[in-house]
């Protein structure tokens, strides 16, 4: 069984900054594609930020130049630096992972619980 276990949110005051980490855990699997996406009350989830396996890295218009996102492939870590933090930031942030278990000829999308960020004075 893979995991993904998110960390780092929590209140912050606008302007401020946040560090979401992601940990996959499990035996004998593959990851490709990461990614950040977040729910805002009320709303659709939203993809944040996404990042391949060799770098190549994609983000929302609102969030682009913000929030960099970054990858550790030795420690099956993600990560999200949220830098200039508004108010309409604030959702649960959760972990998105494409994963091939070792022996499986199948690739499927793994979800953190997520964390929730709340940017407010």
């Known amino acids: 069984q893979v995991q993904l276990v998110e960390s780092g949110g929590g209140l912050v005051q606008p302007g401020g900054s946040l560090r979401l980490s992601c940990a996959a855990s499990g035996s004998r699997f593959r990851i490709y594609n990461m990614g950040w996406y977040r729910q805002a009350p009320g709303k659709q989830r939203e993809l944040v930020a996404t990042i391949t396996s060799d770098g190549h890295t994609n983000y929302a218009d609102s969030v682009r130049g913000r929030f960099p996102i970054s990858r550790d492939n030795a420690r099956n870590r993600v990560y999200l630096q949220m830098n200039s933090l508004k108010p309409e930031d604030t959702a649960v942030y959760y972990c998105?992972?494409?994963?091939?278990?070792?022996?499986?000829?199948?690739?499927?999308?793994?979800w953190g619980r997520g964390t929730p960020v709340t940017v407010s004075s």
């Open positions: 998105n992972a494409d994963i091939e278990r070792l022996g499986e000829s199948i690739i499927a999308g793994y």
